[in-house]
T-cell receptor
Framework: GNSVTQMEGPVTLSEEAFLTINCTYT??????LFWYVQYPGEGLQLLLK?????DKGSNKGFEATYRKETTSFHLEKGSVQVSDSAVYFC????????????FGKGTTLSVSS | GAVVSQHPSWVICKSGTSVKIECRSL??????MFWYRQFPKQSLMLMAT?????????EQGVEKDKFLINHASLTLSTLTVTSAHPEDSSFYIC??????????FGSGTQLSVL
């Protein structure tokens, strides 16, 4: 079946530290991959996406590269800020009409100043 | 960009009552909408797929008689939590789109059952 596995949190970092949140997936077919972010008290927001192998999604200093050979989509940021504290979800969807997103369990990031 | 509106954003109800949550696609037609449930500090779990003009498809373990889904038009799907109990308290989120990367989320509904 289709699934997403994320590293377990919480991840606690100091401001300006380097961030990596690992995400691997299992899918039948060729999925699109996403990272969503949920800030405290808010709904889900799309952070970045990649639709095919070797694509790199980027937004707000975050990056993730679609690696088909390792079935991974790790999220990285070179220098985190306190405002990046949130829960991050890796997700996939098969590129077919009527298919839902499948989410990982989420990773809580806490950044201190 | 495409917008999905979800209402209400939060609701408190008494045990045994029913609560209806609406999900609207504001600038596109959605033949398919998805309802998710999120428990505190956990991931979003797909509850059901709502199909316009036909019955919803429920995920395993989701009680279809408790969580009634109606998708009567191409822009509106509703989730009704019937005879709500405290264990139904959760964050419910809808999603609509045309599949693949074109999926958009509502802002969610926090349900608290007393």
């Amino acid at each position: 079946g289709n699934s997403v596995t994320q590293m377990e949190g919480p991840v606690t970092l100091s401001e300006e530290a380097f961030l990596t949140i690992n995400c691997t997936y299992t899918a039948t077919g060729y999925p699109s991959l996403f990272w969503y972010v949920q800030y405290p008290g808010e709904g889900l927001q799309l952070l970045l996406k990649a639709t095919k192998a070797d694509d790199k999604g980027s937004n707000k200093g975050f990056e993730a590269t679609y690696r088909k050979e390792t079935t991974s989509f790790h999220l990285e940021k070179g220098s985190v800020q306190v405002s990046d504290s949130a829960v991050y979800f890796c997700a996939l969807t098969l590129n077919q009409a009527g298919t839902a997103l499948i989410f990982g369990k989420g990773t809580t990031l806490s950044v201190s100043s | 960009g495409a917008v999905v509106s979800q209402h209400p954003s939060w609701v408190i109800c008494k045990s045994g009552t029913s609560v209806k949550i609406e999900c609207r696609s504001l600038d596109f037609q959605a033949t398919t909408m998805f309802w998710y449930r999120q428990f505190p500090k956990q991931s979003l779990m797909l509850m059901a797929t709502s199909n316009e003009g036909s019955k919803a498809t429920y995920e395993q373990g989701v009680e279809k008689d408790k969580f009634l889904i109606n998708h009567a038009s191409l822009t509106l799907s509703t989730l009704t939590v019937t005879s709500a109990h405290p264990e139904d308290s959760s964050f419910y989120i809808c999603s609509a789109g045309q599949g693949g990367e074109k999926l958009f989320f509502g802002s969610g509904t926090q349900l608290s059952v007393l």
